[in-house]
């Protein structure tokens, strides 16, 4: 591969996030890997969103770096960027734990306002578009040509004309990945995807996730569903109470102590214990 | 809404209105020998109070044989569905062809509410289409007039050449304004804009050397077509002498009413135009939910700011003519008053509604004109007309959106529930 001496994708050192005096994160490095999906996962309050936060420009860390790297080399030194520029420039797209799609204007419309930019420089600054000139509609017929292949993809062609708002709940978690692939990223950060879902449409997501890791696109996941984790995942992060307290394949994670101590309420001491017995 | 039994509820509502109407129905105040003496009314207060019992139980129990989701609004809301595709061509009609058959005043009236349809027009393009709520937007106004006004007193330019100057210069304030309150939201925004009304009319009543302060500027130069000017004799280079007309001051009447018309219809189009592209799209957007907008890359600073320039580029056309039209501006005429009205248009008309803006204003503005025998009422009528729209339409007239592009021909549209707001 070209990519070989390449740093990886996203390369997070040091992460440190303050509120006053609570510290939500504290010396949290890890990397996501080219064409890989990374889960990050652990207990509630663990500070998996404000670590997400941090990386999709919403926080400002009080300290560390994001170095997020393109496949042409191109560098983006996250934590200084403003928070519009690293979803159009360096290509980190994300969707929310709580849906955030515009529930007012239809599902079409949706994936249009996320091809924004290509869009908006194809109007001439707005004039020429108003008066029925330039490039415009060549750019809005490519753009509706884009969202209805989406829009295809997540099963939801025939809703195109519908508000966002009356999709029922699982199309409204398909149709904000959607949106967010509509910009084209290099990094999917989805907090908490399958939040909601039933047990099929949680197997669609999954497959969903499959295909877009296949399509170049790397995938961040913070998931409580340990069974879409473990399935999907290339690469597990664990963090307990702002600290990453483990790091590996989804098989490494499942027989690390500290992670079951973590889940499952157990002190540092009994969690060497646990390691202690676990080694032959 | 209540959860009170209707009985229970219209005897507290009934509580609630004894203790309002004793004091202010109940007791008369007669002029006696020995001063003023207080005559009570038992029979009054009674008969008010009984009043507000029966209309509670009469509203509690049609509540309660209704469907929750206001059937009875829906099926008025549909009948006007029906209209809606020929509501359009006959307002417009009328408003094309009404100076031919009516008198100077319904004129000067027709004016008058075409400016303010231009204003909510205007306006509706920040708070109904970006939601950001602004109290301010007669700031816009004053702008627009005054620029007009001392351009053409200092440099001897007229209206049309002077316009684009108005509209510009509006817009360069509404970009000052944006930029302080980008980071405010909802009441604070709202309050700061309201200031800003304020400072801009200050200033105007201050800065006399610039701006005459109280005694304001006249003889502000009238617009004119295509060089004819418009006065009453018909020498060369009247409209009347090129025509070969009588002079009339109806021209001149007429001839402001289509520049407004034509004026705000051009607000109008480029309104229409703007919502089906990005960046009109990217503004409801905003309304909807700015943090999904940032995370999709937009830039919100200049998405809000656009959106403040456009509004108060046509406040400022507005403010232009109005200087124009009048011939004489002073500060009084850029109250808080102007912006109230025009936003009290926007959202009786149903925010983001370019329909619901033109309804709003005939009602808003025409009505007070057209009801002059009925002055003495218009606070009371003011006030009945906003509880029954709060109980029927508390969303404005005009409601649903339309989409800005659909796959489907008969794409429907989209009910108000769905739609958000702005926080501001």
Known sequence: ?280 | MSQRAPLLDAFLSALVALGLFAPMVGLQTTVGVHGIVLVPRPFAVAALVGAVFVLRLLVRLWQARRPPEHAGVGRIGRAFAGLGPYLVPALLAAALLMPWFANRATIDLGVLVLTYVMLGWGLNIVVGLAGLLDLGYVAFYAVGAYSYALIAENTGLGFWSCLPAAGALAALWGITLGFPVLRLRGDYLAIVTLAFGEIIRVVLLNWVSLTGGPNGISGIPRPTLFGLRFTMSDEPGTFAGFFHLAPSPMQRQIFLYYIILVLALLTNWVTLRLRRQPLGRVWEALREDEIACRSLGINITTTKLTAFAVGACFGGFAGAFFATRQGFISPESFTFMESATVLAIVVLGGMGSQLGVVLAALVMIGGPEMFRPLADYRMLIFGLALVVMMVLRPRGLVTERRPSVTLRRNAGAIPAAMIAEGRG
């Open chain 1, 1 to 280: 591969m070209a990519g070989q001496n390449l740093p990886e994708l996203l390369e997070v050192r040091d992460l440190g996030l303050r509120f006053g005096g609570i510290v939500a994160l504290a010396g949290v490095s890890f990397t996501a890997r080219r064409g890989e999906i990374t889960a990050i996962i652990g207990p509630n309050g663990a500070g998996k969103t404000t670590a997400f936060n941090c990386i999709t420009g919403f926080y400002r860390p009080s300290a560390g770096d994001l170095d997020l790297t393109h496949s042409d080399g191109q560098r983006f030194a996250l934590a200084r960027m403003p928070g519009h520029l690293i979803a159009r420039r360096a290509g980190v797209a994300r969707t929310f734990q709580n849906i955030r799609l515009f529930a007012g204007m239809t599902v079409l419309e949706n994936l249009l306002v996320a091809q924004h930019v290509p869009l908006m420089a194809a109007t001439g600054l707005g004039v020429l578009a108003i008066l029925g000139l330039g490039r415009y509609r060549a750019a809005e017929r490519r753009a509706i040509d884009k969202a209805k292949a989406w829009l295809e993809r997540i099963d939801l062609l025939a809703r195109a004309d519908d508000p966002a708002g009356a999709l029922p709940y699982g199309a409204q978690r398909r149709l904000e990945i959607a949106r967010a692939m509509c910009i084209d990223p290099v990094l999917l950060c989805l907090d908490e995807p399958a939040a909601g879902l039933n047990p099929s449409e949680t197997a669609e997501l999954g497959a969903l996730l499959l295909r877009i890791r296949e399509e170049n696109c790397s995938v961040l996941l913070i998931e409580h569903d340990m069974d879409v984790v473990m399935r999907i995942s290339d690469h597990i992060i664990v963090l307990d109470r702002g600290r990453k307290i483990s790091d590996g394949t989804p098989a490494e994670i499942r027989a690390d102590p500290h992670v079951i101590a973590a889940y499952l309420g157990e002190d540092d001491e009994n969690a060497d214990d646990v390691a202690h017995e676990a080694l032959p």
